[in-house]
Structures are given as C-alpha cells and as structure tokens.
C-alpha cells in the first residue's frame, strides 16, 4: 500500500545550526502538508503544497515539493530552542491522508 | 475561536469494556478525520465524513470499531470489547475544505488506555 517515508527519525542539533527533515512517498501525491506537534500536544498545521516543484516560505522554515511530486523536504534556518517537537510530512492521495512516521527534533542549547 | 475539542480527554478501560469517544469540530467544517496514534508514531487513519457521509472507514482495525456524525456535526468513535493493543491516542480532525487539499485542524486528542 501506499507509504510515506520520514527521515531521519530523531535530530539532536545545537541552537543556531540548520535542520532538514525529509519526506518520500512510494506513489505520487495530489499534494503534501507539514504539522508540528510539541511533546504532549496535538498535530498543528503548518503548510500545505501542491504544485511540482513548489518552494514555500514561511520565516526560518523553507518547504519544498519535488518535481516528480513524491517527495518533500522541512529546513529549519537557524534553529531555536521553540523548534523543538515532532515534524510529520502527510501525502494526500484520493481522500485519504497518509502520515509519515516523524522526525524528533531535539536542540541543545 | 473555538477550535476542535474532544472528551474525555483520558480514559482508563478495562479489557473487554466499550468506550465511546467524542470530536466537536470547528463549527462550519464540512470534513471530519478519525487518527489513531500510538507512542512515538505518527498518526494513523482511521475513517473520514464530509458531512454526515462516511466515505472512508478503511482505516478502521477492525469491526469492533464504529465511528458516525448522524447530523454532520459532533462525531462518535466507539471501540468495542476494548483490547490491550487499542491502546493509543484517538485524534480528530476537522477541515473547512469538502475536496482535497484538507487543511486539517486537530483536537487535543482522547489517551485511552486499556488495562
């Protein structure tokens, strides 16, 4: 069936250094979302792309959809101690909505 | 403004006990999503509801869970005969969007916890 990959499963980075979580599905999608989720919490929305190749920016966060539409990428620009939690990539395909496994992002100060 | 609330927001079941699980969406939002999430994974569907149409409930484990929104509003996940293994937290999620791309708003979830 179809899958949607997360790597890498944990990150430990310093404050201030730059973080990538990246995304890979087995099948092409319609489009891709990006949710934070802080220990404890709940999934929160953060972005959504549809179109092939699409970069999206949104302050230290840069997305991107890749051309072919089955993978997607999260940069985190100077990380701050607020990043911290769970980024999870979801790929729409048909009404269902498919979530990667997440990436742990842990800072240290 | 309000935004998606579910109780309980705990729950303890004894093995073999049914439990019923509430989602209040953001009112207006026409989709509703059930997701299942165990410890250090991330959410797993379980079924979707435009409206008061289920259109998806392949994600549901098995058919001791039933989910329904009979007036395309509040939702009601329910487990029978609760097992170890549905252990997890039970996740609702509303969007505004009838059509993909579903922007999805999630509610702080139900922990259930089968002993």
């Known amino acids: 069936g179809q899958q949607v990959m997360q790597i890498p499963q944990y990150q430990h980075v310093q404050e201030g250094e730059d973080f990538t979580t990246y995304c890979n599905s087995s099948?092409?999608?319609?489009?891709i979302q990006w949710y934070k989720q802080r220990p404890g919490g709940h999934p929160v929305f953060l972005i959504q792309?549809?179109?092939?190749?699409e970069v999206k920016k949104q302050k230290r966060l840069t997305f991107q959809f890749g051309e072919a539409k089955k993978n997607s990428s999260l940069h985190i620009t100077a990380t701050q101690t607020t990043d911290v939690g769970t980024y999870f990539c979801?790929?729409?395909?048909?009404?269902?909505?498919?979530f990667g496994k997440g990436t742990r992002l842990h800072i240290l100060p | 403004g309000a935004g998606v609330s579910q109780s309980p927001r705990y729950k303890v079941a004894k093995r073999g006990q049914d439990v019923a699980l509430r989602c209040d969406p953001i009112?207006?939002?026409?989709?509703l999503f059930w997701y299942q999430q165990a410890l250090g994974q991330g959410p797993e569907f379980l079924t979707y509801?435009?409206?008061?149409?289920?259109?998806?409930k392949s994600g549901l484990p098995s058919d001791r869970f039933f989910a329904e929104r009979p007036e395309g509003s509040v939702s009601t996940l329910k487990i029978q005969r609760t097992q170890q293994e549905d252990s997890a937290v039970y996740l609702c999620?509303?969007?505004?969007?009838?059509?993909?791309?579903?922007?999805?708003?999630f509610g702080p979830g139900t922990r259930l916890t089968v002993t």
């Open positions: 999620a509303s969007s505004l969007a009838s059509t993909r791309p579903y922007e999805q708003y």
């Open positions: 099948t092409t999608l319609s489009n």
């Open positions: 792309l549809v179109k092939s190749g």
């Open positions: 979801a790929g729409n395909r048909d009404d269902k909505i498919i």
């Open positions: 009112s207006g939002h026409v989709s």
């Open positions: 509801f435009q409206n008061e149409a289920q259109l998806d």
